[in-house]
Structure formats: structure tokens, C-alpha cells
């Protein structure tokens, strides 16, 4: 089953037959180049590459142009691969246009994008500390993440913080996967894929759509019984 590359449009609301209110995220999903065809044989895996946006030479480079051109298309945006059976390689070929009617019968996806950057925070926005105490005699520092030392070690080795310690630091701006969304609607005329909930990152952000791999037991019966 193929994979796509898109980019978040932003949410909105639809209404299912009973009235119900649905909060959808909607995807411009594709269309897709496949830029690249790894064989077992050639890289040692299966895998195939695509390409998502084009763009002017001029914004690209000349080994993304030549990359591009071996499979017959433009420059591309963004690239991405994703592992397929081996099996599966006979499906695709060079400079094959995916599209969002490639996923239309897909009940569930996992989409994956990156979340919002927002610096550098303290604990109590990053890991939702309760902050100290701001009773009277208490130190003006009530949103500090108290003591952080004690892991220390008197057996020789260096005394520190256990890996892992949750401080002050940079938040956001990391790769995030959401899992088994519902899929709602799909357009293709427009290539757009409406999926139930929010997903990472920001409008306009790129993402990845596929699949999806892991399903609780009630979708499982669903995408079985479709």
C-alpha cells in the first residue's frame, strides 16, 4: 500500500449522519513522484523514494535536478522513502504519479510530521511541574525544579543527574507520529484526505501519511470487516 507525502491545510468541523460534531484535520496529500526504486540486490533493502512539491531548478540543486531527472520529473521539494515488501517493488515504478486515490480505501492511517517549536522552557511548561511551594518564607523561586542531584554515586565514578532527569530545556521541534486516525473523507479531485483529530506541526507543515501499522482491537475488526 502506497505512502504519501503531504502538507497540514489546517482543521475544521464535519457533521456525520447522526449530527454529531467531528473535528477534522485536513491534508493535501500528494501528488507524489517516485523518485527512486531500492532493491535488495542494488542498496540491500526495499524501499521506495518519492518526491512531493515541485519547485524551480533554480531554488534546487544540481544533484537534486540530476536525482530528479533520472526518473523523468522535476525538482522536488522534499523526498522521502519508505520500506515496502519486496514483493511489492513490482507495483511501482520510476517517475509513477501517487495521489491521494491510491489511499482512498484506507479505513485508518499514522501520520507523521514535526511539532511546533517552542524553545527553551522550564519544567513547569515542559514536564508540568507543580512548581515549589509559594507560601510565606519560601524563596521567590517557585517555578524552579527543586533538587537534581540526588543520584549521586560515592563508589568512584562521577556523581550526576540519572539520564533521562526531566529539567529545563528545548521544547518541541521534533518528530511525532500520530496514530491510527480515522480516516473520514477523501477527496480526490482536489487531492485532500480529511482524518479525524489533530495531528503534529503547523499549517502548511509537510507530513507523512502511510499506512496504518497499529490498530486497538476494535479498529482491527473495522479495517477487517472493510
Known amino acids: 500500500m502506497a505512502s504519501l507525502l503531504g502538507k497540514k491545510i489546517g482543521m475544521t468541523r464535519l457533521y456525520n449522519e447522526d449530527g454529531v460534531q467531528v473535528p477534522v484535520t485536513i491534508i493535501e496529500a500528494g501528488p507524489c513522484v517516485v523518485t527512486q526504486i531500492k532493491t535488495p540486490e542494488t542498496d540491500g533493502y526495499a524501499a521506495v523514494q518519492i518526491g512531493f512539491d515541485e519547485i524551480k531548478p533554480r531554488r534546487s540543486t544540481m544533484a537534486k535536478i540530476g536525482h530528479d531527472a533520472k526518473a523523468g520529473a522535476a525538482p522536488q521539494r522534499f523526498h522521502r522513502e519508505f520500506k515496502v515488501a519486496e514483493e511489492e517493488l513490482e507495483s ?13 480505501e484506507l479505513k485508518f492511517v499514522d501520520v507523521t510530521g514535526t511539532s511546533k517549536g ?10 508540568h511541574f507543580k512548581g515549589q511551594l509559594a ?17 549521586g ?4 565514578g562521577v556523581g550526576g543527574p540519572k539520564k533521562g532527569k526531566k529539567m529545563a530545556g528545548h521544547m518541541g521541534n ?4 500520530t496514530r491510527s486516525l480515522d480516516v473520514i473523507q477523501v477527496d480526490t ?38
Open 92 to 104: 511501482y515504478e520510476l517517475g509513477q504519479t501517487l495521489t491521494v486515490a491510491d489511499i482512498a
Open 118 to 127: 517552542k524553545g527553551f522552557q522550564g519544567v513547569m511548561k515542559r514536564w
Open 135 to 151: 507560601s510565606h518564607g519560601v524563596e521567590r523561586k517557585h517555578r524552579s525544579p527543586g533538587s537534581i542531584c540526588a543520584f
Open 153 to 156: 554515586s560515592n563508589t568512584g
Open 174 to 177: 521534533t518528530r511525532v507520529t
Open 189 to 226: 479531485d482536489k487531492n485532500l484526505i480529511l482524518v479525524k483529530g489533530p495531528i503534529p506541526g503547523p499549517n502548511q507543515g509537510l507530513v507523512e501519511i502511510r499506512p496504518a501499522k497499529r490498530l486497538y482491537k476494535s479498529k482491527g475488526e473495522l479495517a477487517k470487516a472493510s
